[in-house]
């Protein structure tokens, strides 16, 4: 390991080109998801991707609340994305922080695009998102934990909506960054798209990446995301086999 001040910086990418978990650059971390999980809303979705453990729930079309919010052509799209004091290493202040409120704007945003909302004016669907663990990749396992929860719910959509990061470790794009490589590695590029037409409705960058490498996350991104697509759509025939959702493991 090499250091930087008093933070002990581990070997991101080994000679043969395997990461510190030992996934290749274009490996998705392992990825389970639960359609139904919660008998009280809606609709809802558990997601575990990686360390991630991420809950989404939601309710609506349902009353506007404040009123004042209210459009008379369409539903409006609130989401609250939150992490859970426990949720990291460090235990975070419980409550909505800066990082969390500019989430949730951004996740609103990318659903109102792809949610038919002119079918329910003058309501509110309503998005929750906990993440009850940690581990990089929060709000794209939230937008994936969101979506599926809004097909569990019935709101109709132009498709599901995967997302994933992207990202540059030790001078080379990887997919899908765990802790270590978002904490250390030289960029990040958090996307989600709509798979049937490519359109990406989401798509931020920290740190820095030339014009090729962009090309290059861009393109990992895509596959990611289609791959993530199928996972979804399983997770869903599976709730639909059923019936019921089943109970999410490793959950409270």
Known sequence: MGSIGAKE????????????????LDELRALKITAGALHEADGSAYVEWGANKVMAAVYGPREVHPR???QNNKAIVQC???MAAFSVDERKRPGLDRRSQEISKVISEAFESVIFAEEYPRTSIDVYIEVLQANAGTRCAGIVAASVALADAGIPMVDLLPAVAVGKVAGEIAL???KEEDNFGEADLPM???PQSGRLVLLQMEGHMTAPELARALELGVRGCRSIYETMKQAL?????TGT???PQGAA
């Open 176 to 178: 899908d960054l765990k």
């Open 80 to 82: 609250r994305y939150n």
């Open 68 to 70: 004042h919010l209210q």
């Open 245 to 247: 959702g089943a109970e």
């Open 9 to 24: 910086v581990p070997v991101l990418l080994s000679p043969e080109g395997r990461r510190i978990d030992g996934r290749r």
């Open 192 to 194: 989600a798209l709509v």
């Open 237 to 241: 025939r599976e709730r639909y086999a």
